[in-house]
């Protein structure tokens, strides 16, 4: 085994194991995780993040970095910090910054359909990025590419794209990831009519026919965690799976939780959420923007996504945009 400090990881991945600790150490609204861990719990945690960051590295989480360690990541971050901006050449187009996301994209992450307003989380956090790097909104464009496209491997026409990606192991062979900018759990959601909306515990759910889009971390939780008697059904994106639901040809879906609020507030009345997942869980995911594999802009994104983190910025993002989980029934 490798024993690599936390001071001497690249910066990207000594902030993901930084920042788990913290949202692991939280509780409260939703975007902070709602159960305080035992040491070595959260030590259980943090070891399982930092390797799916870094697969081939086994790592532990020691003391901070020295002085030496930290003096280099200063000059580090001045350095991308001039480079990172217009006139920097590391863009897909010239001083344009060209930013994607899915079509349509839904509140809360986008509102209105509208990328470019800056509402909604995930465009307000598009839009703090951009503006931490330099670029002002009329140097900003943004482009729709579909969730699978996004994560396929090959050469991108976009520098970054916001879209609920789970920073996984498995999908870094194609992509890069910045560091996270949202650590979410996974509800689920069912009609008011249906027998599924009684459920209380995961194996209540075992039987049921579920459904999720496909290849989110959604399908993942009901095959890993619900593990159920039944294939679940993969559907392309989110919408047909509510139209799914509300066609009674599945009696539930899994999605991420704000999703999850929005659709039985927003979306389909008489739906309900019947419950969220345990966290921290082994599918506990945290949310990343992706970049083209080897992208120079990777470590310009997570410095800017690390300068939020700490000022207090995401979490203000969340507070306003994010609903409180705390309604939310834990299923276990």
Known sequence: MVRVGIGHLPSQIRTLCARTHLFLSHSGREGKMTAVLTPRRRSAVLASICLAVVPATACTIADPADAADTSAASADAASRSVACGPGGGLTWAPD????????????????????????????????????????????????????????????????????????????????????????????????????????????????????????????????????????????????????????????????????????????????????????????????????EKDSPLTGCVSAALDGLYDDGTLDALIARWLTDSAGARVLQ
Do not use: C, M
């Open 96 to 291: 344009v910054l060209t930013i994607a996301t899915d079509d349509p994209a839904h509140a809360p992450w986008v509102i209105d359909n509208d990328p470019a307003n800056g509402l909604g989380y995930e465009g307000a956090v598009a839009r703090a990025v951009s503006e931490r790097l330099g670029y002002a909104p009329d140097q900003v464009r943004f482009s729709r590419v579909a969730f699978d496209d996004a994560l396929a491997p090959g050469p991108k026409n976009f520098d970054f794209d916001i879209n609920q990606f789970t920073i996984a192991a498995d999908r870094r062979d194609s992509v890069d990831f910045s560091a996270p900018y949202y650590p979410v759990a996974q509800s689920v959601v069912a009609l008011s009519t249906n027998p599924a909306a009684r459920s209380r515990s995961l194996a209540d759910l075992t039987e049921l026919r579920l459904g999720a889009q496909r290849n989110s971390t959604s399908l993942a939780a009901i095959e890993g965690t619900i593990r159920p008697g039944r294939t679940p059904t993969a559907f392309d994106s989110t919408d047909t799976a509510k139209a799914a639901l509300l066609a009674g040809e599945v009696d539930a879906i899994v999605v991420d939780l704000p999703t999850g609020f929005h659709i039985t507030e927003e979306q389909i009345p008489g739906s309900v959420i019947v419950g969220q997942f345990p966290r921290p869980n082994d599918l506990t995911e945290f949310y990343g923007v992706v970049l």
